[in-house]
């Protein structure tokens, strides 16, 4: 957390935000650290909204989430803000597994090279191997 804390704080946000359920942890400790509010992200409909009463209306808002791999949840949460009428004014992740490229100052507290595959490109998937979810078995 303390490199996330380190990084928001030159950007004086006055909320973090993070999708939920996720993010919504990491949101909740960095703005602890910091001393803001935090506010989470909820599906509703197939897109991200903020519920429960957060007003995010001209404020600055940092923006989080655990694992980022596609980078979807975050970008969710991003245009989320903004249509509360927030400003998002940086984002950051734990870790961070794909590429990702935005406009918005960003920071990885954690970067791992770890490929993601389309199924009909998987080279386990073509094998037949099954896929094996921790506690699950084989899917």
Avoid: H, N, W
């Avoid at 004086?12 to 993010?23: L, M, S, V």
């Avoid at 197939?46 to 970008?75: H, I, N, P, Q, Y």
């Amino acid at each position: 957390m303390r490199p996330l804390v380190a990084f928001f704080s030159g950007f004086q946000p006055d909320r973090i935000a993070g999708p939920f359920t996720g993010g919504a942890i990491v949101a909740y400790e960095v703005a602890r650290r910091l001393g803001v509010k935090a506010a989470y992200a909820e599906r509703e409909e197939g897109k991200r909204v903020f519920r429960r009463g957060f007003v995010l209306k001209g404020e600055r808002v940092a923006v989080v989430d655990d694992v980022l791999t596609t980078g979807k949840s975050l970008m969710e949460t991003v245009r989320a803000v903004e249509e509360a009428g927030g400003k998002v004014v940086a984002a950051g992740v734990m870790v961070q597994r794909g590429d990702f490229r935005t406009g918005i100052p960003f920071k990885p507290v954690l970067r791992l090279d770890i490929p993601t595959y389309d199924p009909s490109k998987c080279p386990l998937c073509r094998a037949g191997v099954p896929l094996k979810v921790p506690g699950k078995g084989k899917v």
